[in-house]
């Protein structure tokens, strides 16, 4: 079966840090990837997707993420983080049959201001 | 455009009950698809619907059960209630079926609490 593995659930980081979040993800024939934002008290939001072609993506919010096909890993990264990044962030698959998004257990970034 | 929108916000229910969720689609959208986020999890996925049909399901037990309406809009009813059942329920819409790149937008979830 599909997963997808992050392997942060808590990074704290000062603002004006680099950030970097893991992704792994089992290999399922397509691969589509996602990285989704949930910010306190609100719903679900894309960040950036990847479906085929460059694989450095670009999101919003200056956010991108790099798929590495040979390492089955689509790992999130900002340069530069705000106190406005504090959230949690879930990297998501869609499976081959692609009805079904398969979602990792999520990171919860804190930035201090 | 409207958004996903779902109600109610807030449920509790006794165990053994049964629940209905509700979810109004994204304009234009014609696919919706159920997840249950329980706490400090992902999201997990329950089914989807595509024109009405229950086009793929994940690994919930059949008292997990929905519909879609002409309208596109979509309910979710959970029969038999469990502890285990508290959860944020998500709704997602999407305007393509599956196997083609589409992106789901989310709604802001029903918070379930089971006592």
């Known amino acids: 079966a599909q997963s997808v593995s992050q392997h942060n659930h808590h990074v704290i980081l000062s603002e004006a840090a680099s950030l970097e979040l893991g992704c792994n993800y089992s290999?399922?024939?397509?691969?589509?990837l996602f990285w989704y934002v949930q910010y306190p008290g609100q719903h679900l939001q894309l960040l950036l997707k990847?479906?085929?072609?460059?694989?450095l993506v670009k999101g919003i919010k200056g956010f991108e993420a790099e798929f590495i096909k040979s390492k089955f890993s689509f790992n999130l990264r900002k340069p530069s983080v705000q106190w406005s990044d504090t959230a949690e962030y879930f990297c998501?698959?869609?499976?081959?049959?692609?009805?079904?998004?398969?979602f990792g257990a999520g990171t919860r970034l804190f930035v201090k201001a | 455009e409207t958004g996903v929108t779902q109600s109610p916000t807030h449920l509790i229910k006794t165990r053994g009950q049964q629940v209905t969720l509700r979810c109004s689609s994204q304009?234009?959208?014609?696919?919706v698809s159920w997840y249950q986020q329980a706490l400090g999890q992902g999201p997990q996925f329950i089914f989807q619907y595509y024109r009405e049909e229950e086009n793929g399901r994940g690994n919930f037990p059949p008292r997990f059960s929905g519909l879609q309406f002409p309208n596109y809009s979509s309910e979710l009813n959970v029969n038999a209630l469990e502890l285990d059942d508290s959860a944020l329920y998500l709704c997602a819409s999407s305007a393509g079926l599956a196997g083609g790149p589409y992106e789901q937008y989310f709604g802001p979830g029903t918070r379930l609490t089971v006592t």
């Open positions: 990847y479906f085929s072609g460059d694989p």
């Open positions: 998501a698959t869609r499976n081959t049959g692609g009805f079904k998004t398969i």
């Open positions: 304009s234009g959208h014609n696919t």
């Open positions: 290999y399922g024939g397509t691969v589509n």
